[in-house]
Structure formats: C-alpha cells, structure tokens
C-alpha cells in the first residue's frame, strides 16, 4: 500500500468540510506545504459598516491553512492564529490566499497566508501554527 496523495486527502476533507463550502472556496493550486484558493466574498457577508466582516476573511485564512497543512495525511489543528487586516473587503471582491510552509516538524507546522483581491491588493496577512497530530485523514490506498 503506498500513501494517499496530497490531492486525495484535500479532497476527503473539504468533502466533510461544510463551512469552507458555505464560503464558496475553490481550490486553484494544491502542493505539499503550498495552496492557493479563492473565493468571492457575497452581500450576506457584510458587517454593519458594508465592509466583509473580520470573520470572513479571518475564516478564509484558516482554511488556506487546514489545506495547506492537512495534505500530508497528518490531521493537523490550529495551535495559535494571528491576522492583520490590511485593507477593507466589499461584497462581489474576489479573494485569493496563497498559503506558504515556513516550517514543518513531526509535530508542528507554522505557515504564512496572504489574502488579495482582484486588484491583487493585499487585504490580509495571516500566520498560523498547526499541531500534527498522529491521526490520519485517509487509509494507506
């Protein structure tokens, strides 16, 4: 039996994953320690200022970061968060994160994420730290 691919165990889990479907995410890139996703941020998602509400994008970024770190076959959770919300998001805007590895232990994973819109303005930065744990998300294929 060999290990399940990357793209294989993305797929499981986003399958399960009703939240980041209810975003409306689209995988665009997938590689070890790497994703780019996008998504188009809708009127419902807007605060009382008619600007995206910090938790939009803040849950965008998170999970940039549960498939960028979840491809290994290592159920892997978020250990600490910290974002910046660099400029503000409207409705119709089309966001993309790129999520980058930094660092990859047996147990811990940090890795960086980085939020634009259509005009590739950045909207956000994000960092985020993963437990990996024992647990796999797919059985040996």
């Given at each position: 039996m060999s290990e399940p691919s990357y793209q294989a165990v993305i797929?499981?889990?986003l399958k399960?994953?009703?939240f980041s479907a209810w975003l409306g995410i689209e995988v665009l890139e997938l590689q070890?320690?790497?994703?780019?996703i996008t998504m188009v941020v809708?009127?419902?998602?807007?605060?009382?200022?008619?600007?995206?509400h910090g938790g939009i994008?803040?849950?965008?970024?998170d999970s940039a970061l549960a498939i960028a770190s979840n491809g290994y076959n290592k159920l892997s959770v978020a250990l600490e968060t910290a974002m910046s919300f660099t400029a503000p998001v409207k409705s119709g805007d089309q966001l993309t994160a790129m999520a980058t590895e930094i660092s990859k232990t047996n147990k811990i994973g940090v890795y960086n994420i980085e939020i634009t819109n259509q005009?590739?303005?950045?909207?956000?930065l994000f960092k985020g730290t993963v437990y990996r744990t024992s647990k796999t998300?797919?059985?040996d294929e």
């Amino acid at each position: 039996m060999s290990e399940p691919s990357y793209q294989a165990v993305i797929e499981h889990m986003l399958k399960n994953d009703r939240f980041s479907a209810w975003l409306g995410i689209e995988v665009l890139e997938l590689q070890a320690g790497f994703c780019k996703i996008t998504m188009v941020v809708r009127e419902e998602m807007m605060n009382g200022f008619n600007i995206a509400h910090g938790g939009i994008t803040f849950s965008f970024a998170d999970s940039a970061l549960a498939i960028a770190s979840n491809g290994y076959n290592k159920l892997s959770v978020a250990l600490e968060t910290a974002m910046s919300f660099t400029a503000p998001v409207k409705s119709g805007d089309q966001l993309t994160a790129m999520a980058t590895e930094i660092s990859k232990t047996n147990k811990i994973g940090v890795y960086n994420i980085e939020i634009t819109n259509q005009q590739q303005l950045t909207v956000g930065l994000f960092k985020g730290t993963v437990y990996r744990t024992s647990k796999t998300l797919l059985d040996d294929e």
